[in-house]
């Protein structure tokens, strides 16, 4: 089954240690995008690469950084992790208007 | 400031009756409309979308209206069954920067009672 898969599904860093966060995507789709979530909140979209093309939101931090070395692999780079930083990240990939989300990875940051 | 609103954090319903989920909007830029479903611990899953051109769209149980005079839209599932619970996230799609961007709603947590 095509699909938007994220790897780790949990992760545990610690304050100031950098992280990755990897997703992949079977969908061939030329749109990737990350977004954050907290609890009860609503996703929130950091970047997303049209093709090869990076957009950041204006409200993106610096400390969140993001690479696509292909059309099938997006990654999330947080330079130094905060506790602020602890959230749900949401990996999407698109071709029209429609979204197809991947599981997600829970960040802990201790 | 939140150009996507649901106004309801949940909502409960008995199995077989309707469940009407609601969201407005602010910005008239938006072109697409769509509602996800969440389920705890798992990333949101597309359940159905309308175009600003049109005022209904159906499928199966799921029929989403559109009132773009008052900017609202309703996602309407009949019968609701227990399997329905989780959160449903209004989303709006604006063409910006090369590609269709969402704006999300915080989502309204439906329990279907048994």
């Known amino acids: 089954d095509a699909m938007v898969i994220q790897n780790p599904r949990y992760q545990v860093t610690q304050f100031g240690k950098p992280v990755t966060l990897s997703c992949s995507q079977t969908?061939?789709?030329?749109?990737m995008y990350w977004y954050q979530q907290k609890s009860s909140q609503a996703p929130k979209l950091l970047f997303h690469?049209?093709?090869?093309?990076?957009?950041n939101e204006a409200d993106t931090p610096d400390n969140f950084q993001s690479r696509r070395p292909n059309t099938s692999f997006c990654f999330l780079d947080i330079r130094s992790p905060g506790l602020g930083d602890a959230a749900m990240y949401l990996c999407?990939?698109?071709?029209?208007?429609?979204?197809?989300f991947g599981p997600g990875t829970r960040l802990l940051v201790l | 400031d939140q150009q996507v609103k649901q106004n309801s954090p949940s909502l409960s319903v008995q199995e077989g009756r309707i469940s009407i989920l609601n969201c407005d909007y602010t910005n008239s830029m938006f072109d697409y409309f769509l509602w996800y479903k969440k389920y705890p611990a798992e990333g949101p899953t597309f359940l159905i979308s309308i175009s600003s051109i049109k005022d209904k769209n159906e499928d199966g149980r799921f029929t989403v209206f559109l009132n773009k005079s008052a900017k609202h839209l309703s996602l309407h599932i009949v019968p609701s069954q227990p399997g329905d619970s989780a959160v449903y996230f209004c989303a709006a799609s604006v063409y910006q920067g090369g590609s269709e961007k969402l704006v999300f709603g915080k989502g309204t947590k439906l329990t279907v009672n048994p």
């Open positions: 999407a990939t698109s071709k029209t208007e429609t979204q197809y």
């Open positions: 690469y049209y093709d090869k093309d990076f957009n």
């Open positions: 969908l061939n789709h030329n749109v």
